[in-house]
């Protein structure tokens, strides 16, 4: 997948999923700007690993909870890009479980203000710049959890499941101007979200999923890569499941 002259921008990019994106997209020749929210060392890291793919890439941060931050980073990014930012890849993400009778309002907020509202601000804040190019390419980081949900997680796959249906409603609204927008929903792919919950449930999860095995970050960032790509122009609206055949419904 090529994405020469092309600018990127991943939000949670320094780790997991969203660094195997941005390194990735990198990989294609994309200038990717890597939002980070605390860890500088691992922005670094991704910045490094980016240019050793044959990107070039900016590390930029701020919280995409927090509206200021988001306007603040999207300005960054598109000053980054010479005006443009032509992907937009929506995969910060956080968990705070909890089984629903012992889940706090505040577990319920944190993780629908980053996981959903997040998502709503980055986009809002890119989407004029990709409206006036006439070209955009937007990609949720949804879950299975979305999909089928999943106990101990209402907060999580309420998030999960609006970020189907805003990346439907964004799809609809941005089609005339050449933009698109598609979600993936991954399964269980061990990163430092998950890695605690993947060890201790390995023995449960493992005989529910066809392929026999948990998912890696290069798999979810080659289906987001595919649908950020011009290969993918005449996908809108959809959701593509990366979860090694659980979900086939
Ligand atoms: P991760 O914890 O490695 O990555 C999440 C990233 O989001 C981190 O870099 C973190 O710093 C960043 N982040 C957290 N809060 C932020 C904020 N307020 N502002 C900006 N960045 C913030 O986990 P991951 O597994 O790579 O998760 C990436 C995405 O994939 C998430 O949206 C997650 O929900 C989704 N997902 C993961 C799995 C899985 O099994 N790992 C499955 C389905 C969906």
Do not use: H
Request: aromatic share 4%.
């Amino acid at each position: 997948m090529e994405f020469t002259g092309k600018v990127a921008l991943v939000t949670g990019g320094a780790r997991g999923i969203g660094r195997a994106t941005a390194v990735r997209l990198g990989q294609g020749g994309a200038k990717v700007a890597i939002n980070y929210r605390g860890r500088a060392d691992a922005a670094d890291e991704a910045k490094r690993l980016v240019g050793q793919a044959g990107g070039t890439a900016l590390a930029i941060q701020g919280d995409v909870s927090v509206e200021a931050d988001v306007d603040r980073l999207v300005k960054e990014a598109l000053a980054f890009g010479d005006g443009r930012v032509d992907i937009l890849v929506n995969n910060a993400g956080i968990t705070r479980d909890d089984l629903l009778i012992r889940m706090t309002p505040e577990a319920w907020d944190a993780v629908l203000d980053l996981n959903l509202r997040g998502a709503f601000l980055v986009t809002r804040a890119v989407m004029r710049p990709m409206m006036k190019a006439r070209y955009g390419r937007i990609v949720n980081v949804s879950s299975v959890a979305g999909v089928m949900g999943n106990a101990g997680q209402a907060n999580y796959a309420a998030a999960k499941a609006g970020l189907i249906g805003f990346t439907k409603a964004v799809a609809r609204e941005m089609a005339q101007r050449n933009v698109t927008c598609n979600a993936v929903a991954p399964g269980f792919i061990p990163t430092d979200l998950t890695n605690e919950l993947l060890e201790k449930m390995r023995g449960s999860i493992l005989p529910q999923i066809p392929l026999g095995r948990f998912g890696t970050v290069e798999e979810v960032a080659g289906a987001i890569a595919f649908l950020a790509s011009d290969a993918a122009s005449y996908i809108t609206g959809q959701t593509l499941i990366v979860d090694g055949g659980m979900v086939t419904a």
